[in-house]
């Protein structure tokens, strides 16, 4: 595909996700097991991020996840605009906490940073690439509209556009 300015290209879904590789958030050594995310409270445990209870005797640990939201540096934004959204903004909204919450009952380190309007419409943040692909599909699932991907493997970071 041809590039874009900016250094992102579109991608077609199927090559959404291939190449997601480094990512500076990520632990290079594993940490001390168990260790217990001191804000958000998930447990690392057989080298992953999951919610439950922390042993007594955890070590401290802040998750990727508190550490993007903390440094405010998504993984994922998902900008949100069109006269539908405008118009059924409180419904749309909705969706987007839903398939967070859900993400999140499994997955600890996929949570939304930020959600913020501007001019064009509503940007939200994510602190995880994937839960930004599963918003834009929920509501391009559940509203149709048009949806386009672009992501940034210099900045690992993906941009999904839903408009409506």
């Not at 632990?27 to 260790?35: F, G, Q, R, V």
């Not at 006269?83 to 909705?94: Q, T």
């Amino acid at each position: 595909m041809k590039r874009e300015r900016g250094g992102f290209r579109g991608v077609r879904r199927e090559q959404l996700l291939q190449g997601l590789g480094h990512d500076a958030y990520k632990a290079e050594e594993k940490l001390p097991e168990p260790s217990v995310c001191p804000e958000c409270g998930a447990v690392y445990h057989r080298g992953r991020w999951a919610w439950g209870a922390a042993p007594g005797k955890a070590h401290a640990a802040l998750c990727p996840a508190c550490r993007r939201i903390r440094e405010r540096l998504p993984a994922g934004l998902v900008r949100l605009k069109g006269e539908f959204f405008d118009a059924h903004r409180d419904e749309v909204l909705k969706r987007v906490r839903r398939v967070e919450a859900a993400e999140k009952r499994e997955h600890p380190m996929q949570r939304i940073i930020a959600v913020e309007a501007d001019r064009e419409g509503l940007m939200v943040s994510t602190t995880d690439a994937h839960l930004a692909r599963r918003i834009g599909d929920a509501l391009h699932g559940a509203f149709k509209g048009t949806l386009q991907y672009r992501y940034n493997k210099e900045e690992t970071l993906l941009r999904v556009s839903w408009r409506r």
